[in-house]
């Protein structure tokens, strides 16, 4: 399984639980998210906190989610490696939010300049999910960049957030504000670099709970294989950076 090195910044390693998984702290940087756990992936490699190599991180010190061939795991609930996925992603521990629910949510994204696109692999990088239930909105990179995906309804509605030619070799700054309903009164609104992208009316969930989630995760990695006529999907690294929980607009600041 490997030792746990030493991380500094905004979290720190406080228990290994599983083969799939350990606690992390969040610090007060985080606003009021609460500790994240790893998800389904315990190399070394596939998580860090470093300095910014990108030299134009909003903060000094960014995330490193990097997932290789190979990278997958499972527990007593789930398998990613017999269902055809590969992952590194950090999930919230604590998973409280309710209908009703009032929140804004901020993250910054970095796509390093050789970044490769896996479509027809699916890529999620940021997703809100449902306790004992399916994702709801999804933050991905497909054909065509990276956009949100809409899973309430069961119906696929995607919405364009940053082009393909836009994508690498800059920071992104995600600022979604969310009503969490299960009926007309919720909405979802999403801006990227101040220009708002999404202004959505109506129900944002159909369970009881919804956490965050985020990080590398690719779904359906035959896909590429078959396209691309090779036998494993290449290494994907991402940065996020000041990534953030709060009641309003300016407690997303870093």
Same mark, same amino acid.
């Given at each position: 399984?490997?030792?746990?090195?030493?991380?500094?910044?905004?979290?720190?390693?406080?228990?290994?639980?599983?083969?799939?998984?350990?606690?992390?702290?969040?610090?007060?940087?985080?606003?009021?998210?609460?500790?994240?756990?790893?998800?389904?992936? @315990?190399?070394?490699? &596939? #998580?860090?906190?470093?300095?910014? !190599?990108? *030299?134009?991180?909003?903060?000094? +010190?960014?995330?490193?989610?990097?997932?290789?061939?190979?990278?997958?795991?499972?527990?007593?609930?789930?398998?990613?490696?017999?269902?055809?996925?590969?992952?590194?992603?950090?999930?919230?521990?604590?998973?409280?939010?309710?209908?009703?629910?009032?929140?804004?949510?901020?993250?910054?994204?970095?796509?390093?300049?050789?970044?490769?696109?896996?479509?027809?692999?699916?890529?999620?990088?940021?997703?809100?999910?449902?306790?004992?239930?399916?994702?709801?909105?999804?933050?991905? @990179?497909?054909?065509? &960049? #990276?956009?949100?995906?809409?899973? !309430?309804? *069961?119906?696929?509605?995607?919405? +364009?957030?940053?082009?393909?030619?836009?994508?690498?070799?800059?920071?992104?700054?995600?600022?979604?504000?969310?009503?969490?309903?299960?009926?007309?009164?919720?909405?979802?609104?999403?801006?990227?670099?101040?220009?708002?992208?999404?202004?959505?009316?109506?129900?944002?969930?159909?369970?009881?709970?919804?956490?965050?989630?985020?990080?590398?995760?690719?779904?359906?990695?035959?896909?590429?294989?078959?396209?691309?006529?090779?036998?494993?999907?290449?290494?994907?690294?991402?940065?996020?950076?000041?990534?953030?929980?709060?009641?309003?607009?300016?407690?997303?600041?870093?």
């Amino acid at each position: 399984m490997g030792e746990v090195t030493s991380l500094t910044g905004r979290v720190w390693v406080i228990l290994w639980l599983s083969v799939s998984s350990f606690f992390i702290h969040a610090d007060s940087q985080d606003g009021d998210f609460g500790p994240f756990m790893r998800s389904l992936n @315990n190399q070394d490699y &596939g #998580y860090q906190v470093i300095g910014d !190599v990108t *030299g134009s991180a909003p903060v000094a +010190q960014i995330e490193k989610f990097e997932v290789r061939p190979g990278d997958c795991y499972w527990n007593k609930s789930w398998n990613d490696c017999e269902k055809d996925r590969e992952r590194s992603e950090l999930s919230e521990k604590q998973k409280t939010t309710v209908a009703g629910s009032e929140y804004w949510y901020g993250w910054s994204i970095y796509f390093p300049k050789n970044y490769p696109n896996v479509y027809p692999t699916k890529t999620a990088l940021g997703q809100f999910h449902q306790k004992s239930s399916h994702p709801v909105w999804m933050f991905q @990179n497909a054909s065509g &960049g #990276y956009h949100l995906d809409d899973h !309430v309804s *069961g119906t696929k509605q995607y919405y +364009q957030l940053i082009e393909e030619e836009s994508l690498r070799g800059q920071w992104h700054k995600l600022e979604v504000h969310v009503r969490w309903a299960k009926e007309q009164s919720g909405f979802f609104k999403v801006w990227v670099n101040d220009e708002q992208k999404v202004n959505y009316q109506g129900p944002t969930m159909n369970a009881d709970k919804v956490y965050f989630k985020y990080g590398v995760y690719r779904s359906f990695l035959s896909r590429y294989k078959t396209a691309a006529k090779k036998d494993e999907v290449p290494r994907q690294i991402v940065y996020y950076a000041n990534v953030k929980r709060g009641k309003t607009r300016e407690s997303l600041r870093p």
